[in-house]
């Protein structure tokens, strides 16, 4: 992965302009269509298989108009006045005709209507017109809402007061306001600090806003086939802006810095791509798993939230892969700190006085059982708030006290109770009834007396007379406790109601349907965070090769997430400096907060463990030192994590003050969750215990060691093959070079030097000559020393070494198949030969075996040689001819090093001479040609062609002599 980005990278760099260009492309047609034909959000919070659900969809069948969108319109008379009046009568009647008159308005009751019910309070001041659309909520249009709020001219000459409540009034469109600009530009300024210049800081700003662009048109493209909630592309915005500053300033500020070491742009831009862009890779990968994961709740509504984010997710990925390398091409050298100055001091910070994050994990490691105690119980008494966490759906009562939603939601609370705001319905089964109306007026008085009942509409059935329904007014409000427990006393009692009606009898409505909401999620809370916490240590397992650093890590993400969770509480359901974040009324957390929280804040808490504990354990494997390598590495990332757990609270915490109802609770907690997790969790409780564990922090069982697989995050690998290709280049005129090469910790080092064109006999036994194989072939790495084909080191680049080295076993097949199809076969593994000609191959062949003859005609042997054709099976053939043959098809392919391992062992120095007469007449002048000869039956070295000589001792292992 490192390779492929470091390439992916260098080609950005190099072709900035295309790629700006594309990028550029991508969002004026992605974003731009989006936008303007994509679909639009919707609040849908489907629960599939609930019984609310179940229950709310069968209504939709059999009462057509249930399924449109509703409205109530209030009207509230003066202290002393009563709407019943005459004169307030008629003015009534108007209204309820002109609402009636709307666009896309099925019907309106009134007040005084037959099928009204309780629509007038008892001291006749308050009364509402029950408002029915002939739609659903989300194609109620913007004129459809202006034509109903326009009636209330009729009401302007009097001392009446009309307000609105309803779902389509509440705040539901995607609005940015100057708050989330003011927090683009906190993060600005951050960068700028931690830069220290302007000029680099645009660039991860420009990156993640064209990367938040596409996402949105991603997103509203969705909407068009798909339910997507109104907060997602909130959620999307919230996220993309934050990893996508984050994600460009980790690359980045590795590349300042190794310009600052004097790197060239080119060859800097690539490697930061490689390995900073690297880790970026897998935290973002990180992220989009767990906010996938959301799949599990079984919410579509959820899910879909869940992916957008992750869209946002990935297309930050993207931008900071590719876009950004192109936005430093374009700045070429500019992005060089001037030497001498601040920017240049702070990128070589090991030369300069120390820093504050190295004298604060200074601090840390000379108390870290202090620090330890004072971090977990600051961060546990944040949390407590969250042990009377109340989750519920936003209703009117959560909406801003001067929208005319809110203002409705009060005068009917005032008037009638707060009850009336959200009524329960049920349906009830009738199709076996004898009596409709009688056992309707029956299960009425059943719901009467059930506790904590204030009012029952009267039954009517459905049209197809098989299903009844009523409403039932709770005494108090819909998201009070109360409520949900009045919900449970009426379930509870449903089954005796059916034994005695004979019909299914549900509970359903919007109140129901959020009360069964929360529950579902409050029930996936704990497993959902169980696979977090798992996916966490197993993850961490990987790239540190740790138990304690996965295990710490998973807890202090607990902590911070729980502490989150208390504050979230604290502010929005206990009220607690509300009036600073634009909390009107103190109530329920939204249901699905606490989920999509921990989803969020698990992948950015992983991306803070591997940018800032990577950094130990790569300078802990070198020294083994756990003091130094923990003050190191600390001080490494320390800046860099700071900047970006600073961008992001501010880019969260500015949806905060003017955002909707639904965003603010995940804002404030996704900006206080970033700010306790990066700055109390990773930056002082980690190196704190890491510091009481001392070097006991990377202890790794044996048994594990062995299966962990290597997680290579922060692209040590591509740094060695760096490091690789500029030993290998010095020395990149041979075929093979190695130093001190050693296949296993018996063997003694080996030297290669084998140039292009070089005949080298291996002298040694079968094993060896596998071992030596696979090695060269790029499918063993060695255990020590270095190696490089023509420059290509080994084993990071075993690609050139799969197309470039040839080893060739002689088998009894190549002996058995006539010699034309021998070599047809050979000639098809060859990639330059297979894209000829049938005919040249052919011809190919017929010069081979015309070459084979007169080579027979050259040897000294007891037999008369035989003439050989394209029939002409080599078991058949004289031993000497039977070694040329299989020398013409050792090196038939043309790799550039051909290494040939006989069929069985040779037994004297003639066999030798006759394999290397053939192969040196076979192979090219640049080939490389190693032929593993037997060293106990060869007399004499120099009798054959070769001119290099390789001996493998007794010991099994090669050496050169």
């Keep these: 992965m490192a390779t492929l980005l470091y390439r992916l990278g260098k080609a950005s760099f190099q072709n900035a302009r295309r790629v700006l260009l594309a990028w550029l492309v991508g969002l004026m047609a992605i974003a731009g269509l989006g936008l303007t034909i994509g679909g639009q959000t919707n609040e849908d919070f489907n629960i599939p298989g609930s019984e609310s659900q179940v229950a709310f969809e069968r209504l939709e069948a059999v009462f057509p108009s249930f399924a449109g969108a509703s409205v109530q319109a209030v009207i509230v008379a003066p202290e002393g006045e009563r709407l019943d009046s005459d004169e307030n009568r008629v003015v009534l009647e108007q209204l309820t005709q002109a609402l009636r008159a709307s666009p896309g308005v099925e019907t309106a009751?009134?007040?005084?209507?037959?099928?009204?019910?309780?629509?007038?309070s008892d001291d006749a001041r308050y009364a509402f017109i029950q408002v029915q659309f002939d739609r659903i909520d989300v194609e109620v249009s913007d004129e459809m809402l202006a034509s109903l709020v326009s009636t209330t001219e009729l009401v302007a000459t009097t001392d009446l007061v009309m307000e609105f409540g309803g779902n389509v009034f509440q705040d539901q469109e995607v609005g940015f306001h100057i708050t989330e600009v003011l927090g683009v530009l906190f993060a600005a300024l951050v960068l700028m600090i931690t830069f220290r210049s302007f000029r680099p800081s645009w660039i991860p700003l420009a990156s993640a806003l064209v990367g938040v662009g596409i996402s949105l048109g991603v997103i509203y493209f969705l909407a068009v086939g798909v339910t997507v909630s109104s907060s997602a592309p909130f959620l999307a915005v919230m996220l993309g802006l934050a990893v996508g500053i984050d994600y460009s300033l980790f690359i980045l500020s590795r590349h300042r810095t190794q310009l600052a070491q004097g790197q060239d742009p080119v060859e800097s831009a690539a490697t930061a791509v490689g390995t900073a862009g690297n880790a970026v890779v897998f935290a973002g990968l990180t992220v989009i798993i767990a906010l996938l994961g959301l799949f599990v709740v079984g919410l579509p509504f959820l899910s879909v939230m869940g992916s957008a984010a992750a869209i946002a997710v990935a297309i930050a990925i993207l931008a900071a892969i590719t876009l950004l390398p192109a936005l430093m091409g374009l700045a070429g050298d500019k992005m060089r700190p001037?030497?001498?100055?601040?920017?240049?001091?702070?990128?070589?910070?090991?030369?300069?006085?120390?820093?504050?994050?190295?004298?604060?994990?200074?601090?840390?490691?000379?108390?870290?059982?202090?620090?330890?105690?004072?971090?977990?119980?600051?961060?546990?008494?944040?949390?407590?708030?969250?042990?009377?966490?109340?989750?519920?759906?936003?209703?009117?009562?959560?909406?801003?006290?001067?929208?005319?939603?809110?203002?409705?939601?009060?005068?009917?609370?005032?008037?009638?109770?707060?009850?009336?705001?959200?009524?329960?319905?049920?349906?009830?089964?009738?199709?076996?009834?004898?009596?409709?109306?009688?056992?309707?007026?029956?299960?009425?008085?059943?719901?009467?007396?059930?506790?904590?009942?204030?009012?029952?509409?009267?039954?009517?059935?459905?049209?197809?007379?098989?299903?009844?329904?009523?409403?039932?007014?709770?005494?108090?409000?819909?998201?009070?406790?109360?409520?949900?427990?009045?919900?449970?006393?009426?379930?509870?009692?449903?089954?005796?109601?059916?034994?005695?009606?004979?019909?299914?009898?549900a509970v359903t409505g919007f109140t129901a349907i959020g009360v069964d909401l929360s529950q579902r999620i409050q029930n996936a809370l704990i497993p959902f965070g169980l696979v977090v916490v798992g996916l966490s240590i197993l993850l961490l397992l990987a790239v540190f090769r740790s138990m304690v650093v996965p295990i710490k890590?998973?807890?202090?993400?607990?902590?911070?997430?729980?502490?989150?969770?208390?504050?979230?509480?604290?502010?929005?359901?206990?009220?607690?400096?509300?009036?600073?974040?634009?909390?009107?009324?103190?109530?329920?957390?939204?249901?699905?907060?606490?989920?999509?929280?921990?989803?969020?804040?698990?992948?950015?808490?992983?991306?803070?463990?591997?940018?800032?504990?990577?950094?130990?354990?790569?300078?802990?494997?070198?020294?083994?030192?756990?003091?130094?390598?923990?003050?190191?590495?600390?001080?490494?990332?320390?800046?860099?994590?700071?900047?970006?757990?600073l961008i992001m609270f501010f880019v969260f915490f500015a949806f905060v003050p003017q955002g909707s109802t639904t965003i603010k609770p995940i804002a404030l907690g996704l900006a206080v969750g970033i700010a306790l997790d990066a700055f109390v969790v990773r930056m002082t409780l980690v190196p704190a215990l890491m510091a009481l564990f001392k070097d006991r922090a990377w202890w790794l069982p044996k048994t594990l060691e062995r299966r962990v697989p290597h997680a290579d995050v922060e692209g040590e690998k591509l740094r060695d093959h760096l490091l690789d290709t500029q030993w290998s280049s010095a020395t990149s005129e041979f075929s093979v070079y190695a130093e001190d090469l050693v296949w296993e910790s018996s063997s003694a080092p080996v030297h290669l030097q084998w140039r292009p064109g070089e005949r080298v006999d291996i002298l040694g036994d079968v094993p060896s000559a596998r071992m030596i194989c696979a090695t060269l072939a790029g499918a063993l790495a060695p255990t020590s020393g270095s190696v490089h084909l023509a420059g290509h080191p080994l084993p990071s680049e075993s690609a050139f070494?799969?197309?470039?080295?040839?080893?060739?076993?002689?088998?009894?097949?190549?002996?058995?198949?006539?010699?034309?199809?021998?070599?047809?076969?050979?000639?098809?593994?060859?990639?330059?030969?297979?894209?000829?000609?049938?005919?040249?191959?052919?011809?190919?062949?017929?010069?081979?075996?015309?070459?084979?003859?007169?080579?027979?005609?050259?040897?000294?042997?007891?037999?008369?040689?035989?003439?050989?054709?394209?029939?002409?099976?080599?078991?058949?053939?004289?031993?000497?001819?039977?070694?040329?043959?299989?020398?013409?098809?050792?090196?038939?392919?043309?790799?550039?090093?051909?290494?040939?391992?006989?069929?069985?062992?040779?037994?004297?120095?003639?066999?030798?001479?006759?394999?290397?007469?053939?192969?040196?007449?076979?192979?090219?002048?640049?080939?490389?040609?190693?032929?593993?000869?037997?060293?106990?039956l060869i007399d004499s070295p120099q009798s054959s062609p070769a001119t290099a000589q390789f001996e493998m001792p007794p010991s099994r292992m090669l050496v050169s002599t």
């Design 338 to 505: 001037q030497p001498g100055s601040g920017a240049a001091r702070l990128a070589m910070a090991g030369t300069t006085t120390p820093s504050f994050g190295r004298r604060w994990v200074r601090f840390v490691m000379r108390h870290p059982l202090a620090v330890s105690t004072v971090s977990v119980v600051g961060l546990g008494v944040l949390a407590l708030p969250a042990l009377s966490l109340d989750l519920n759906l936003p209703g009117g009562g959560q909406e801003p006290v001067d929208s005319t939603q809110r203002k409705a939601y009060d005068y009917i609370s005032e008037g009638f109770g707060p009850g009336f705001n959200g009524p329960l319905l049920i349906s009830a089964d009738i199709t076996g009834s004898d009596d409709i109306m009688g056992d309707l007026e029956s299960l009425r008085e059943d719901l009467s007396a059930v506790s904590g009942v204030e009012y029952v509409g009267e039954g009517y059935p459905s049209p197809g007379l098989d299903t009844g329904i009523f409403q039932v007014v709770p005494q108090y409000a819909p998201d009070s406790a109360q409520t949900k427990d009045l919900l449970r006393d009426i379930r509870e009692e449903i089954p005796a109601w059916e034994e005695t009606y004979g019909g299914d009898i």
């Design 801 to 936: 070494a799969r197309e470039h080295v040839a080893v060739w076993n002689t088998t009894e097949d190549d002996l058995m198949l006539s010699l034309t199809e021998s070599l047809r076969q050979r000639l098809s593994w060859s990639h330059s030969v297979a894209r000829t000609s049938a005919t040249e191959r052919s011809r190919r062949i017929t010069s081979i075996v015309a070459r084979l003859n007169d080579l027979s005609r050259t040897l000294t042997m007891a037999e008369t040689p035989v003439v050989i054709t394209g029939e002409t099976r080599p078991a058949l053939l004289p031993r000497a001819q039977q070694i040329l043959v299989l020398s013409a098809m050792a090196v038939l392919e043309g790799a550039r090093v051909c290494l040939v391992n006989p069929l069985e062992p040779l037994r004297d120095a003639q066999d030798r001479a006759v394999w290397w007469l053939g192969l040196d007449a076979f192979a090219t002048e640049d080939q490389t040609v190693g032929l593993f000869s037997d060293l106990v």
């Design 553 to 645: 890590a998973a807890l202090g993400f607990v902590l911070s997430v729980t502490a989150a969770f208390g504050v979230v509480v604290a502010v929005f359901q206990w009220g607690w400096f509300g009036n600073l974040v634009g909390v009107d009324t103190p109530g329920p957390i939204l249901s699905f907060m606490p989920i999509l929280l921990m989803a969020v804040l698990f992948g950015l808490a992983m991306d803070y463990e591997v940018f800032l504990v990577s950094g130990m354990r790569e300078r802990f494997a070198h020294s083994k030192d756990w003091r130094s390598s923990l003050e190191e590495g600390y001080a490494s990332g320390a800046r860099v994590v700071t900047a970006a757990a």
């Design 109 to 120: 009751t009134g007040p005084f209507d037959e099928f009204a019910g309780r629509a007038i």
